[in-house]
């Protein structure tokens, strides 16, 4: 394929959470698989500058690229799926949008123009599209709008792809996912909500190339008549979704209604190749076929929204593929966990896995539990936070600094194990201020983490503030925890294990957010293989 880069849109309408994220992936997935070269961008319409400083609660997982961008968690849909790192552009919410017009009528780059939103806002939306495409590294930018199709904060982004529709022509076109809800008491699929979200979309002058249609139920050939004669698209442009039992599923499931297919057509491309999924199909045969299963234990104090940890969960799906098994994870909050009830807690995991965070809600049930892995000889994975946690309980338990801790939990302690970085002691402000992003780690020899890694030099994205205090380290190395790996630039502990358990491991960065379908993350399958043993 020669020429411009081709852009696709991706909205949703009738309801929000019908899977735009995991649409836009697949849909890149098959254009990938064809040869072309992709990439996908979120734009968000929330008003803060970036994920970094909402609450999980809110938003769920907070994804990091090696750029150091705090993300929404669709960019880790997107990795997983492409294999294909995203950065600061893939991500754009209309805080940031604002903030970068303000900055830019400060310094009086406007001439003294009245700044407003058409054409100022969404003059700068249409930039950030197609600041991929300038790249030239992609032939095909999709581009998800976050939100619902009506949501008052989504009309700058809506009236951005109408404008890039009438200036591009056949270098762009918009897919729209719509929801087709079923009654049960007249057992009829009922299309008039698509169609007012059509006519809405319509209304702000975008008609949409595709239709993609959510339904718990197999789409009759009368109603996809009845929805393309309705919203003005061609028959075969009425996409079927239906509810897969995993996500890894809908490529496959979009390769059969050949949404990649239409999509080039509306383009005006003729493919060059058919998808090449095998590797893909692979990694579903291993997941669906499974010839054993490990219990493991996911210790965290977000558990009741399970989106918070959105890119653990899933890499224990790529690592459990790779073992041919099924790992069933026992979501533990923290702040449930008691000396009396932890033997009873945590006897059936045969791993536990403590999760990031922040704050000192549910502290000390992860201490616990890795008192309970560490005695035990239960294989034990820290991730983070969790890797803090584990040098908290050393310090404790084998060491005798019984006040041992975190400054962050409890700045007056007098053994302070875990400090704050020293880059960090001037900082005020919150919003992407942290260690943000991929950093080096050199890797000692004869340890765990070698045998896991097979390489001296690795690198691994960070989230954090606070970190191992090195004025303890002769204490924890003469104890028995070594510290296996360590930031060559600033000396900063990386990795934390104890050689004498059969699998206790804890690190500062985050090696879920680089786990992928076709490169499951070594961490993640070596923690599942002593699951397993």
Known sequence: ????????????????????????????????????????????????IDPGTLNPYEHGECYVTDDGAETDLDLGHYERFLNVSTSQANNVTTGRIYLSVIEKERKGEFLGKT???????????KNRIKLLGKTGQYQFVITEIGGTVGDIESLPYIEAVR??????????????????????TSGELKTKPTQHSVKLLLEYGVQPDVLVCRSEYAISRDIRKKIALFCNVSNDAVIEALDAPT?????????????????LQ???????AEPKLDKWREFLHKLHNPSKEVCIALVGKYVELKESYKSIAEAFIHAGAVNDCKVKLDWIHSESLTEE??????????????APGFGNRGIEGKVLAIKYARENK???????????????????????LKDAHSREMNPATNSPVIDLLEAQKNISHMGGTMRLGAYPCRIEDGTL??????????????????????????????????????NPDAGLAEIVEIPTHPFFIGVQFHPEYKSTVERPHPLFVSFVKACLG
């Open 1 to 48: 394929m020669q020429g411009k880069t081709k852009y696709i849109f991706v909205t949703g309408g009738v309801t929000s959470s019908l899977g735009k994220g995991i649409l836009a992936a697949s849909l890149a997935k098959l254009l990938q698989s064809r040869g072309y070269t992709v990439t996908i961008q979120k734009l968000d319409p929330y008003i803060n």
């Open 247 to 263: 996500i890894y599923e809908v490529p496959l499931l979009m390769e059969q209604e050949k949404l990649d297919e239409i999509v």
């Open 378 to 400: 239960v294989p034990f994975f820290g991730i983070c936070l969790g890797m803090q946690c584990a040098v908290i309980e050393f310090a404790r338990n084998v060491l005798g």
């Open 266 to 272: 509306k383009l005006n491309v003729t493919p060059d």
């Open 163 to 184: 404008q890039l529709k009438w200036e591009m022509g056949q270098d762009c076109a918009v897919v729209h996912l719509t929801l087709l809800p079923y009654l049960a």
């Open 115 to 125: 700044v407003q939103v058409i054409p100022h806002i969404t003059d700068e939306i």
């Open 341 to 354: 009830n932890i033997n009873a807690k945590l006897k059936n995991a045969k791993g536990i896995l403590v």
């Open 449 to 486: 983490a070698k045998k896991i890694y097979n390489t001296t030099d690795i690198q691994e994205r960070h989230r954090h503030r606070y970190e191992f205090n090195n004025e303890y380290t002769k204490q924890f190395t003469q104890a028995g925890m070594v510290i296996s790996g360590i």
